[in-house]
């Protein structure tokens, strides 16, 4: 199955999923299909653990 079809079909499933457990195994899965390919697509930003926080530069850091 195509990774495209795959997470479509695991978004519709969590968007009627009851079962707050089964809901969190379906998103986890999500997450990490789309993991999967930003670092395929996107391989520079892997420097850092969360892409949502930049590396603050040198000029960033505060002087003692």
Do not use: Y
């Not at 809901?23 to 969360?50: C, G, K, Y």
């Amino acid at each position: 199955m195509e990774k495209n079809q795959r997470w479509r079909e695991l978004c519709a499933q969590a968007a009627v999923e009851k079962d707050p457990k089964r809901l969190m195994e379906l998103v986890a899965e999500i997450s990490r299909l789309f993991d999967e390919e930003h670092a395929r697509t996107h391989p520079r930003s892997q420097s850092s653990d969360n892409p949502l926080v930049e590396d603050p530069g040198p000029h960033d850091q505060q002087k003692e």
